[in-house]
């Protein structure tokens, strides 16, 4: 499923510290094309087309079932998992972990959950953002309010489009399907590797729901359909 439960590590004598906000995306607003009345790229033309100038704006989103972590930062950027849980489908997030002393502490979010995780095509390490350092720490609540992406927020959108289309068929087929990785950007447009069962998403495909859709749909076929 593509949540993650909580998990916390509960030192003695420590005390809980609430982290909750939202983490969310400038996400590229599909637009009506009136020659082929569907929705495309928005913004990958001059919106001639278009049947409202307003739909090839941006608006936010919230990244949808995505893994966050609070962490302490130890010594020379070493750090310790103090707990972890994932976003809701609006990116929202509320979870507790436990703490001693006065720790550094920062809130990871990362393009991972039981569904998909989304990779460097580089490095192959998923995407990751953190907040900066609450130092020597010695409050119970850390409020974020809103945050997002400072930049590749096209990976949160792929990260959506495949938790949303495997969370679609799962409610008609009540079954999830294994988790898939991305990687992004790459060469090839779209791409399903059968070897290494991974998606190649290029640059050119990054708000192309309906392409992100359709190669996790060979993940699927790889999985179930032989």
């Known amino acids: 499923e593509p949540a993650a439960t909580a998990t916390q590590v509960v030192p003695e004598d420590s005390r809980a510290v609430r982290v909750h906000g939202r983490f969310a995306y400038t996400r590229k607003k599909a637009c009506i094309d009136t020659d082929m009345d569907y929705a495309v790229d ?3 033309h001059d919106g001639s087309s278009c049947r409202f100038d307003a739909d090839c704006q941006q608006d936010l989103d919230g990244a949808d079932s995505m893994l966050v972590q609070l962490k302490a930062d130890i ?3 070493s750090d310790f998992l103090v ?8 990116g929202y997030f509320d979870f507790t972990g436990y ?3 006065t720790p550094d502490l920062y809130v990871q979010f990362e393009t991972k959950n039981g569904v998909v995780e989304v990779e460097s095509a580089v490095w192959e390490i998923n995407y990751k953002w953190r907040t900066p350092n609450y130092d020597d720490f010695d409050g119970t609540e850390i409020a974020i309010g809103s945050v997002g992406p400072a930049s590749n927020h096209g990976a949160v959108h792929i990260h ?3 938790t949303r289309a495997a969370r679609w068929y799962h409610d008609q087929e009540y079954f999830w399907t294994p988790r898939v990785g991305v990687l992004w950007p790459t060469a090839i447009q779209g791409w399903y590797n ?18 992100h859709v359709h190669e996790w749909a060979h993940h699927w076929m790889e999985k179930f359909s032989w």
Not at 83 to 90: C, G, I, N, V
Not at 202 to 211: I, L, R, V, Y
Request: charged fraction near 20%; include cysteine.
């Open 194 to 211: 059968w070897l290494t069962e991974e998606i190649w998403l290029s640059g050119e495909t990054t708000w192309k729901m309906q392409t």
């Open 75 to 77: 010594f020379l950027g």
């Open 42 to 44: 928005s913004c990958a």
């Open 160 to 162: 959506n489009s495949i």
């Open 83 to 90: 707990a972890e849980s994932s976003t809701d489908s609006a």
């Open 99 to 101: 703490v001693d002393g």
